[in-house]
């Protein structure tokens, strides 16, 4: 289903993402978690992409299988770091084949032994040429095309430290063709709409879908941390986590809360969707979809 009739339909989305596995006991115990997942009825489920590409084949063969033994709609990440136009319509030519209606278009990050990429000597050197390319590729085979989302960031784009030219980045995105932006993970709502209003004062409409992941031990928030770029954790949520001492599943269960306490706030605040990023986990995502009364 386009992306367009999925925020129509369904307002406010729960959305969730998977990465690709590396090994097959990995692959099994995801379509596992996933199988846990299904029955909350997530509005789509999307699927990355490595850095530079490497997990192009494990991306869509994940992808593939969703979506063909399970009743998910699955969306590919599809990055443009170091991929020729004639790359990108071959995947995109594999993606209409399997029945795959929508896309999540990214820059992307360089290959991590690749420190000093130059990203202005790509094909694409913007998520937005990507997106106008994605565009012109699908609406020669159907008036729509693909739907297509692409990324915010609520605390700021880590390599833009000017927020109005990172809105001037997003806002050609969207003049390019976006259906809709999810954005990174966060902490602290306040966060989130100002970064809501930015887009409105940008003239910016299109939905904006809240990426939320739930810290769920001290480890996780560190990897979160790298993840993101840096995200920021709120004093509130640092002192909470404090109180849960040497304690693994306190420190899950203030986790749970807060990510909770979140996501009600945005609900409450008119939230387009909420999208899960669940480290190929479920039984997080499912504590806090069932706190929310979402059982199914």
Do not use: W
């Not at 379509?31 to 909350?40: A, G, M, S, T, Y």
């Not at 929508?102 to 290959?111: F, Q, S, T, V």
């Not at 003049?175 to 966060?186: R, S």
């Amino acid at each position: 289903m386009h992306i367009s009739d999925i925020l129509k339909e369904d307002a406010p989305t729960f959305s969730f993402e998977f990465f690709p596995p590396k090994t097959p006991q990995a692959l099994d115990q995801l379509f596992e978690n996933i199988r846990q997942l299904e029955p909350l009825n997530p509005a789509f489920v999307s699927v990355t992409y490595g850095a530079g590409g490497t997990t192009r084949e494990m991306t869509h063969e994940l992808v593939v299988r969703i979506k063909t033994t399970t009743s998910l709609d699955p969306i590919p990440h599809l990055t443009c770091v170091g991929h020729t136009e004639q790359e990108i319509e071959s995947i995109l030519e594999r993606y209409a084949a399997a029945g795959v209606s929508n896309i999540l278009a990214l820059r992307g990050d360089p290959p991590r032994d690749r420190p000093d990429y130059d990203h202005s000597k790509d094909v694409f050197p913007q998520a937005a040429s990507l997106v106008g390319s994605i565009k012109r590729f699908s609406g020669h085979r159907d008036p729509r095309g693909f739907g297509i989302g692409v990324a915010g960031f609520p605390e700021g784009h880590p390599a833009t430290p000017n927020r109005l030219i990172e809105m001037d980045h997003l806002k050609a995105k969207i003049d390019a063709g976006a259906d809709y932006i999810c954005t990174q993970l966060f902490f602290d709502n306040r966060d989130f709409f100002d970064f809501r209003d930015r887009c409105a004062i940008a003239g910016i409409h299109v939905p904006v879908i809240a990426g939320i992941m739930p810290v769920t031990s001290l480890s996780s928030m560190k990897r979160m941390a790298e993840l993101a770029g840096g995200a920021r954790f709120p004093a509130r949520l640092l002192k909470a986590l404090q109180r849960g001492g040497n304690s693994p599943e306190a420190i899950r269960q203030v986790g749970l809360h807060y990510a909770t306490e979140q996501c009600a706030d945005l609900l409450d605040q008119g939230v387009a969707g909420i999208h899960f990023y669940t480290l190929n986990q479920s039984t997080a995502t499912r504590e806090i979809c069932q706190r929310l009364g979402r059982t199914s």
